[in-house]
């Protein structure tokens, strides 16, 4: 039941969730250079303008989102504090003691925190909610392919991601199971200081690691008796196909980009430096 | 006199999110005191959600849990002595095993209760013995023990904290005949010596005719039937409707009955149905 709720895949019907997962990559990166061509006002209003249309297009909740902008909060107000703060100007707002905020500052702090936050939602949707993390690690694979020129083990290396991926809700659910079974012993992982629940975890951990190892043998038994050699001239089971709404997707995001540039030349109002 | 009360019981996982599962709705139960009482139906019928429930494990999301009339959640910081006065064999409990040895496993619940040194090993030892452990295997690795052996000595981990209630979630799947054989023997010891209730899930019809009292059939998770095993066993048509079977000994009267041989109670053990099959053969 839990096998695919891990991760921040949300499952809906959009479009971006139909999209080819190797354009969603390739689109979160030129989604991410996007940001960064922003430089005044009217750009990091399209920029935002964007990431609503984005929001709305991939039909997840924003309550969802929001969830994975909590970790970076820290980080943001970091980055607001010492923009509004360090930022010299020409425009003194406001002065008391040794602190000076300038116009430039608020300015410079604000589009900071937008493209933070346009950055974390905008690569989200195109990765993490919207594809699975197979669907993600087989993309990666198929964009590093070329590599393989090179003899990099770019499939070996997409493989064990594949394997690590698809054993966390496995360890996660044996993890669950177990400390249910010690709690059921009378253990108590949540009181005592902290060296005592660190002591508490090794009725949870010996068990785990137990369990990993014979998980990793009979995996690997199973592989080889099915043949696994690696990748070379292995075919797939799900051939990738692109279709012409993934080129559009990818036409949308060049054209803004150069939608970016064109406002960034005929700039107006205040221009980050 | 019922020893675990389930009023109104509703169980959902991940609720609100697109991978929310009603696992039970609106069970009521009662589990009678000193019998054994088995559940069973089929994978995802809610089974082993709901043995979570009756020693704390999991809250249920509506519903009280009454053990001796008490709600097991009005004081939520002392849901561990709910644990250990229901005792809880979750499946396969031979990968909870973590101790050096066997003895120190055994002993890890009582440990955790606060008891005496000399109190703990005499448990250890009389646990042991209901699960039919050698004394010699007691200080080995509980690595090194057998498949049914490490299962046993999980059981004896359990009992050891002499709980009123021995809650046995599939205790002998995925053993061999004289694993699960020594199982039962365990559960039937372990009834003669304390006379404790005792529930058991399982899908193996055979080892609920032999040693349950009572039986509740769970389907969807809702009860879709419950009583004495003479009285479940003799709705066949009923539970093979559902997918679920009877012994094959009472299949096999219930088709002597079907051709014409007359018989007049239904077996569901094959000890009882040998004397009823060898008048028929005279």
Redesign the interface.
Same mark, same amino acid.
């Given at each position: 039941?839990?096998n695919? /709720?891990f991760g921040q895949y949300?499952? &809906?019907d959009s479009l971006i969730h139909s999209l080819d997962a190797r354009f969603k990559v390739i689109c979160a990166f030129l989604y991410i250079v996007c940001s960064f061509l922003c430089k005044n006002i009217l750009s990091f209003a399209a920029l935002l303008a964007s990431a609503v249309i984005l929001v709305a297009v991939s039909g997840i909740p924003m309550r969802i989102l929001l969830r994975a902008l909590r970790p970076i909060i820290f980080i943001l107000l970091f980055t607001v504090v010492i923009n509004m703060f360090w930022t010299t100007g020409e425009t003194l707002l406001f002065s008391w003691w040794k602190i000076r905020v300038y116009y430039e500052g608020i300015m410079n702090a604000l589009f900071i925190a937008v493209r933070i936050v346009v950055l974390i939602i905008g690569t989200s949707i195109f990765m993490t909610y919207t594809t699975t993390p197979i669907a993600l690690t087989d993309a990666l694979e198929s964009l590093l392919s070329p590599l393989k020129v090179v003899k990099a083990p770019v499939h070996e290396f997409a493989m064990m991601i594949t394997i690590a991926l698809r054993f966390i809700p496995t360890l996660t659910e044996?993890t669950n199971?177990?400390m &249910?079974?010690?709690? &059921?012993?009378? &253990?108590?992982f949540t009181s005592g200081s902290a060296f005592k629940r660190a002591r508490a975890l090794?009725?949870?951990l010996?068990?785990l690691f137990? /369990?990993a190892f014979r998980r990793a043998d009979e995996l690997a038994t199973a592989m080889e008796c099915r043949c696994y050699h690696g990748g070379e001239g292995r075919t797939r089971l799900n051939v990738p196909h692109c279709r012409p709404r993934d080129f559009v997707m990818l036409f949308v995001i060049i054209a803004f980009g150069a939608g970016l540039i064109l406002i960034n030349i005929y700039g107006v109002g205040y221009t980050m430096k | 006199m019922a020893k675990i009360r389930l009023e109104k019981i509703n169980y959902v996982y991940s609720p609100g999110t697109p991978f929310e599962t009603r696992a039970l709705r609106d069970v009521d139960l009662e589990i009678k005191e000193g019998i054994v009482t088995g559940i069973i139906g089929h994978t995802g019928s809610g089974k082993s959600t709901m043995v979570m429930l009756l020693n704390g494990l999991e809250k249920p999301t509506s519903g009280r849990v009454l053990l001796d009339g008490v709600d097991i959640w009005e004081k939520p910081k002392e849901i561990s002595k709910v644990r250990f006065r229901v005792g809880l064999v979750m499946q396969y409990p031979e990968y909870q095993l973590f101790e050096e040895t066997v003895a120190k496993d055994i002993a890890f619940g009582p440990r955790n209760m606060g008891l005496s040194e000399e109190e703990i090993a005499a448990r250890v030892r009389e646990a042991a013995g209901i699960v039919g452990l050698a004394p010699e295997l007691l200080e080995k690795s509980p690595f090194e023990l057998s498949g049914g052996e490490k299962r046993r000595a999980a059981i004896a981990g359990i009992i050891a904290m002499k709980p009123e209630v021995l809650v046995l979630d599939e205790p002998a799947a995925g053993l061999d005949p004289a694993g699960r054989e020594r199982i039962l023997a365990t559960i039937r010891k372990y009834r003669e010596q304390t006379g404790g209730t005792v529930i058991i899930v399982s899908h193996s019809m055979e080892d609920m005719a032999e040693i349950c009292d009572e039986i509740v059939v769970m389907l969807e998770g809702s009860i879709f039937m419950s009583g004495s095993t003479a009285e479940v066993f003799s709705k066949a048509g009923e539970l093979r409707r559902i997918g679920l079977d009877v012994p094959e000994i009472t299949g096999l009267m219930l088709k002597l009955r079907d051709m014409g041989v007359e018989i007049d109670t239904i077996p569901y053990t094959v000890s009882d149905a040998v004397p009823k099959l060898m008048k028929l053969l005279k």
């Open positions: 039941m839990n695919i /709720s949300y499952p &809906a044996e199971r177990i &249910a079974a010690q709690k &059921a012993r009378g &253990a108590d090794i009725p949870v010996v068990p137990v /369990s | -």
